[in-house]
């Protein structure tokens, strides 16, 4: 059973850094794909990040040059570095594993940014 467990949230002042961790097990199969969506009060979940197997990465324009994806040599962990947070980055980040096609989640992660 595939599970994704995500750490790292948290509340920080405006400008101030988290990091997001979130682990894969129980796959046997290559994860071709791993990265965060975010979704806050009464918006859709959007892509923050994403980064393939190949080691290709994706970064929602609003977050460029703030926010690092990053993978394990494993690649089974990937983090996502947060810096100069703004308010707005205020949601659930969930992590997501594409896995033979299937989409899995984790249970999401509370980032809260004061200003």
């Known amino acids: 059973q595939v599970q994704l467990v995500e750490s790292g949230g948290g509340l920080v002042q405006a400008g101030g850094s988290l990091r997001l961790s979130c682990t894969v097990s129980?796959?046997?199969?290559?994860?071709?794909?791993m990265g965060w969506y975010r979704q806050a009060p009464g918006k859709q979940r959007d892509l923050v990040a994403r980064?393939?197997?190949?080691?290709?990465?994706n970064y929602e324009d609003s977050v460029k040059g703030r926010f690092t994806i990053s993978r394990d040599n494993a690649e089974t962990t990937v983090a996502l570095q947060m810096n100069s947070l703004k308010p707005e980055d205020t949601a659930v980040y969930y992590c997501?594993?594409?896995?033979?096609?299937?989409?899995?989640w984790g249970q999401g992660t509370q980032v809260t940014v004061s200003s």
């Open positions: 997501y594993a594409v896995i033979v096609n299937r989409h899995y």
């Open positions: 980064i393939t197997r190949d080691g290709i990465t």
């Open positions: 129980g796959s046997g199969s290559t994860i071709y794909s």
